[in-house]
């Protein structure tokens, strides 16, 4: 009798092996089939009571997904897909879109996020970097970020707000980043951030994108002009804080330049004597009373140092208008609500929101070259706390 080769013997083992798990899957199969029912009987009604989900598959509580409303309808998943794409990106008409997009919410339908960044490669999320956040509550900041979050609501992405940011940490999360920051804290992002991002105020020569801001120069040379239209001869103005000085500098070029060509005289003062604005603008219009300046009209840096000086100045039995005129900066909530109500230099910070915003979601979807630095015009708030000069 002859011994097989070693590759028949081989051979033939592999036969056994593969013959063995056919027996098995078979045999496994038909238990499941038998347990099948129970399992089913056992597990027919949910543990819980939540009416947010929906039971389209028998009782399992699967969630919906595209191919459960392309179904429903009678249409193609592609089809159904292109109407979950946000509007203009795809083409579909838009009666087939409201169609899909009236079953998805019948059927309580939500796109998985994960999966669809990974088809798109893209995350749906657009951030905000502002340092000092918490410094950032009143309405001339929150007018930017309501503009910035309505036009990424509107174009489908989702806000998300930083006060501290690491590019490395951002990575592969956003799409694209808005800036609102100074040149210290905005440069390093900008040097190792790799996605389309765009910078809002101030702009600055080290800006390595593009930038949207409002002419901050041309301001103060407005609100300068105002009064000395009124008959003022001698203007205060109060600039607190030099260490702002890339958004200061371009106010002070402003009411210097304003200052040289309309013949009249001023008197600056610099200083931070308080960390709070209101308290630093009582205390810089108190230093200002005690000199021997016969100034007629105060120009304040924003509006918060204007209200604090008009508060200096009632305090010593001066009035407002009618004795020294104010003028702020911003045209905040502030201003408004101020007795009397003060005259402002408005920013357009609400459109620079805006306009960044579109810029950015521009680049993202349509890949478009960057564009030039974007310079806004401001614009005078007329309201009682400015008057033609009664004393000398």
């Not at 969630?63 to 509007?87: C, E, F, G, H, Q």
């Not at 002070?252 to 304003?258: E, L, M, Q, S, V």
Request: proline share 5%; hydrophobic share 40%.
């Amino acid at each position: 009798m002859s011994i097989p080769s070693p590759n028949i013997l081989f051979f033939w083992n592999r036969l056994q092996v593969i013959e063995f798990l056919r027996q098995f899957l078979a045999r496994l199969s038909r238990a499941n089939d038998r347990l099948e029912p129970k399992m089913l009987e056992k597990y027919e009604k949910p543990c819980y009571n939540d009416d947010t989900v929906t039971d389209y598959r028998g009782g399992n509580m699967k969630a919906p997904t595209i191919y459960d409303i392309a179904k429903k309808l009678n249409i193609s998943v592609a089809t159904v897909s292109r109407a979950m794409s946000p509007p203009g990106t795809v083409v579909i008409s838009e009666a087939s879109r409201l169609k899909v997009l009236q079953a998805a919410k019948e059927m309580g339908y939500r796109p998985n996020a994960q999966a669809r960044a990974l088809i798109t490669r893209k995350t749906r999320h657009i951030g905000l970097f502002t340092p000092g956040i918490l410094e950032r509550t009143g309405l001339h900041f929150a007018r930017m970020l309501q503009a910035v979050e309505n036009v990424t609501r509107t174009n489908g992405y989702h806000l998300v707000v930083y006060g501290e940011l690491d590019p490395a940490d951002v990575e592969g999360r956003l799409d694209g980043l808005i800036i609102l920051a100074h040149p210290n804290e905005a440069v390093p992002i900008m040097e190792n951030l790799d996605m389309s991002s765009v910078h809002v105020w101030p702009i600055f020569a080290e800006a390595k994108v593009p930038s949207i801001s409002w002419d901050d120069a041309e301001g103060a040379y407005c609100a300068c002009k105002y009064l000395a239209d009124m008959g003022h001869k001698k203007i205060a103005a109060l600039f607190g804080d030099i260490v702002d000085d890339v958004a200061l500098t371009p106010k002070i070029a402003g009411f210097r330049r304003a200052i040289d060509e309309l013949g009249v005289s001023s008197v600056e003062l610099f200083g931070d004597k308080y960390p709070d604005q209101f308290e630093n603008g009582y205390a810089l219009a108190l230093d200002l009373l005690k000199s021997s300046d016969k100034f007629t009209a105060i120009f304040a840096r924003n509006d918060l140092l204007a209200v604090g000086a008009m508060k200096a100045l009632r305090a010593n039995g001066l009035s407002v208008p009618d004795e020294v005129s104010v003028i702020g900066y911003n045209d905040t909530s502030v201003a408004t609500c101020s007795d009397p109500g003060l005259t402002s230099i408005r920013t357009p910070i609400g459109e620079t929101g805006e306009l960044a915003a579109n810029r950015l979601i521009s680049i993202i979807e349509h890949k478009e070259m960057a564009f030039d630095d974007v310079v806004l015009p401001v614009s005078l708030t007329i309201r009682e706390s400015c008057a033609s000069p009664k004393r000398v």
